[in-house]
Nanobody, 126 residues
Framework: QVQLVESGGGLVQAGDSLRVSCSAS????????VGWFRRAPGKEREFVAA????????YYADSVKGRFTISRDNAKNTVYLQMNSLRPEDTAVYYC???????????????????WGQGTQVTVSS
């Protein structure tokens, strides 16, 4: 079973950029689609972005499309979320999650993610 650890969160100002990382240990990331989710204070967890395990397909929430980019380096067992033009409403704890999949080109449904990290805090000040 893969274990996930997020890093790279912090406090930035509106308009700044930040990259958060999701590193896997325990086994290779190959064969896992990975998603990023976030939970803002007082709100439900929401989907942010996902990437298939071959990186051939990516998918974004409308709220981050054009500002965030998900990518992965399977050799480093790491998935990244590059966040540009950050807004105060992007403030949240960001979680990565993984779903084993037999297809290189599959993006899981939200309830298919079975492994979760502990999260990293991203705070955007206005």
């Amino acid at each position: 079973q893969v274990q996930l650890v997020e890093s790279g969160g912090g406090l930035v100002q509106a308009g700044d950029s930040l990259r958060v990382s999701c590193s896997a240990s325990g086994r290779t990331f190959t064969g896992y689609a990975v998603g990023w989710f976030r939970r803002a204070p007082g709100k439900e967890r929401e989907f942010v972005a996902a990437i298939s395990w071959s990186a051939s397909i990516t998918y974004y929430a409308d709220s981050v499309k054009g500002r965030f980019t998900i990518s992965r380096d399977n050799a480093k067992n790491t998935v990244y979320l590059q966040m540009n033009s950050l807004r105060p409403e992007d403030t949240a704890v960001y979680y990565c999650a993984a779903s084993p999949t037999s297809s290189r080109h599959y993006i899981p449904f939200h309830n298919e993610y079975s492994v979760w990290g502990q999260g990293t805090q991203v705070t955007v000040s206005s």
